[in-house]
């Protein structure tokens, strides 16, 4: 089970502290993720925004959120934080969390089996 939290409306230029926490056994043997859900599209939809594997050594950002965003994880928390800086209005949507079971492409949401309920995040002008 995964419950994310932070989200929140903030003018251009601001900031945002997302966090995803895990229960279950096992949070520490996957890559976690996080993606963003456009309003009025679809699961399938849903663009990759950041990832990190296990140890949290390894991260991965889309091209658009480098230097802007930041994903760690604290395993012994069983928690993942996905900081947000300088955002802009293309960065509003619904933010989910995403444990990645399968080994295929990470920035692909159909890896992913487990998914929180999402936090909004809105970025006004």
């Known amino acids: 089970h995964l419950a994310e939290s932070g989200g929140g409306s903030v003018p251009a230029g601001g900031s945002l502290t997302l966090s995803c926490e895990a229960t279950?056994?096992?949070?520490?043997?996957?890559?976690m993720g996080w993606f963003r859900q456009a309003p009025g599209k679809g699961r399938a939809e849903r663009e990759f925004?950041?990832?990190?594997?296990?140890?949290?050594?390894?991260?991965y950002y889309r091209d658009s959120v480098k230097g802007r965003f930041t994903i760690s994880r604290d395993n012994a928390q069983n928690t993942v934080t996905l900081h947000l800086n300088s955002l802009k209005p293309e960065d509003t949507g619904t933010y989910y969390c995403?444990?990645?079971?399968?080994?295929?492409?990470?920035?692909?949401?159909?890896?992913?089996?487990?998914w929180g309920q999402g936090t909004e995040v809105t970025v006004y002008p």
């Open positions: 279950g056994r096992q949070f520490n043997r996957y890559t």
């Open positions: 995403g444990r990645r079971y399968f080994g295929g492409d990470h920035t692909h949401p159909d890896q992913y089996d487990t």
């Open positions: 925004v950041a990832a990190l594997n296990w140890s949290g050594e390894s991260t």
